[in-house]
Structure formats: structure tokens, C-alpha cells
């Protein structure tokens, strides 16, 4: 699976962006997509994920903020994110895991897409 993030840029605190995942294969065939982040000089944190029976899991540091959603016409997974604030900043990443008749997951990840918060 191929995935390419976009729609990352540089935002006011309190503005918003949408973030794009463009999935090389149709989207109803993986377990979940999801978003992670990498804020500088830390790790890599899950923001939130979407699964093929349309459960959302959203992070507590992004709950009631951002919006994961899909497009399964499209192959298209999304991340709309409001209420930005500094602590936001980070390369956001795209995420999909597909799961085997074995049970063996399979992890695949995009190129990442910078997000800027600025105070």
C-alpha cells in the first residue's frame, strides 16, 4: 500500500487545516487507517485511527479537536484539525495496517506532512 499525506502548511494558533491520505489500494481492504504525529525532538504518537467497521479512536491531546474521517470512493482517509494550537506542530503521518487471514499485521506509512502552528 502506497500512501501520500497532504495538505500541511503553516497556521495561526486557533485555525484549522485538512489533512489528505491518498491510499494506493481501496481503503475497504485495510484494518485501519490512522494519523500519527512526530512533534520535533519527540516520538511518534497516534492522533487518531479509523477502522473498517467505522470506529474512531481519537488521542485525548486531539479530542474534540480533530476529525478523522474517510472516503472509501475515493480511497481517501482524512484528518481534519481545528482549534490549533503550538503544541500541534509536528510531521503528521499517514498510517494504514492490514491484518492477514493469519492475524500478522502488515504496517505502512506515507511520506509525512509538516503542520506549523505559530503562537
Known amino acids: 500500500v502506497q500512501l501520500q499525506a497532504s495538505g500541511g502548511g503553516l497556521v495561526q494558533a486557533g485555525g484549522s487545516l485538512r489533512l489528505s491520505c491518498a491510499a494506493s489500494r481501496n481503503i475497504e481492504s485495510i484494518t485501519v487507517m490512522a494519523w500519527y504525529r512526530q512533534p520535533p525532538g519527540k516520538a511518534r504518537e497516534l492522533v487518531a485511527s479509523?477502522?473498517?467497521?467505522?470506529?474512531?479512536y481519537v488521542g485525548d491531546s486531539a479530542k474534540g479537536r480533530f476529525t478523522i474521517s474517510r472516503d472509501n470512493f475515493k480511497n481517501m482517509v482524512y484528518l481534519q484539525m481545528s482549534s490549533l494550537k503550538v503544541e500541534d506542530t509536528a510531521v503528521y503521518y499517514c498510517?494504514?495496517?492490514?491484518?492477514?487471514?493469519?492475524?500478522?499485521?502488515?504496517?505502512?506509512w506515507g511520506q509525512g506532512t509538516l503542520v506549523t502552528v505559530s503562537s
Open positions: 498510517n494504514a495496517k492490514i491484518v492477514s487471514a493469519t492475524g500478522a499485521w502488515t504496517s505502512y
Open positions: 479509523n477502522n473498517r467497521s467505522n470506529y474512531t
